[in-house]
């Protein structure tokens, strides 16, 4: 079965720090993966995706996650963090029909 | 929220009522989704439609139906609430069920079960 882990509950990092927010996957066959943002009260909103080829995928707000096949990774970076980054982030993978979630990390920028 | 909405968005009801929840989009997309999310399990897929009247179950429908008359609505019901069906509800869409296409979610409905 297809399964992703964040083994991070909650990473706390300073303004203009770079940031790693962790993921791993379980999937049988070609992973596709997705990173998903969660502001307080708001829907999920779509970062990025891998499907295949270039392992650095690049998305929206300055949010970049590299793919690593040998470690069954999937980590969302940020090369300088910023306040208003703050939210709740969930790594995904395509299982069938559904999307396949990770539990969640909350990202904490202070200033 | 890319052309979806759901109403209403927050709920308190009793336990054994019925709840129906509601999901509307104006992309015209084919499919679409209903997740639940609690803490410490993410977003878990409660059924989803491939088109008017197509719909399957997910990995928690138990307790859970759907309904599907037009392409722009898709209806959760809760027959019979119960405590445990205390969560925030999601409705997704999708341009396709390739495993490249992302999915685009609403805002949520809080749904609490007393």
């Known amino acids: 079965a297809q399964s992703v882990a964040q083994p991070e509950d909650q990473v706390n990092v300073a303004e203009g720090n770079p940031l790693t927010v962790k993921c791993t996957y379980s999937?049988?066959?070609?992973?596709?993966l997705f990173w998903y943002v969660q502001y307080p009260n708001r829907g999920l909103q779509f970062l990025l995706k891998?499907?295949?080829?270039?392992?650095l995928v690049k998305g929206s707000y300055g949010f970049e996650a590299e793919f690593n096949k040998s470690q069954t990774s999937f980590h969302l970076k940020k090369p300088s963090a910023l306040v208003s980054d703050s939210a709740l982030y969930f790594c995904?993978?395509?299982?069938?029909?559904?999307?396949?979630f990770g539990k969640g990390t909350t990202l904490s920028v202070s200033s | 929220d890319a052309g979806i909405t759901q109403s209403p968005r927050h709920k308190v009801t009793e336990t054994g009522t019925p709840v129906t929840l509601r999901c509307h989009q104006t992309?015209?997309?084919?499919?679409m989704y209903w997740y639940r999310q609690d803490p410490g399990h993410g977003l878990r897929l409660i059924h989803y439609?491939?088109?008017?009247?197509?719909?399957d179950k997910g990995e928690v429908s138990d307790g859970y139906s759907v309904s599907r008359s037009k392409t722009e609505d898709f209806l959760l019901t809760l027959e019979s609430a119960t405590s445990s069906q205390t969560s925030v509800y999601f409705c997704?869409?999708?341009?396709?069920?390739?495993?490249?296409?992302?999915?685009?979610f609403g805002p949520g409905t809080r749904l609490t079960v007393l």
């Open positions: 999937v049988s066959g070609n992973p596709y």
């Open positions: 997704a869409i999708s341009q396709g069920l390739a495993d490249y296409n992302e999915q685009f």
């Open positions: 891998y499907i295949t080829g270039d392992n």
């Open positions: 439609s491939y088109g008017v009247k197509d719909t």
């Open positions: 995904a993978v395509r299982s069938g029909t559904a999307l396949i």
């Open positions: 992309e015209n997309h084919r499919y």
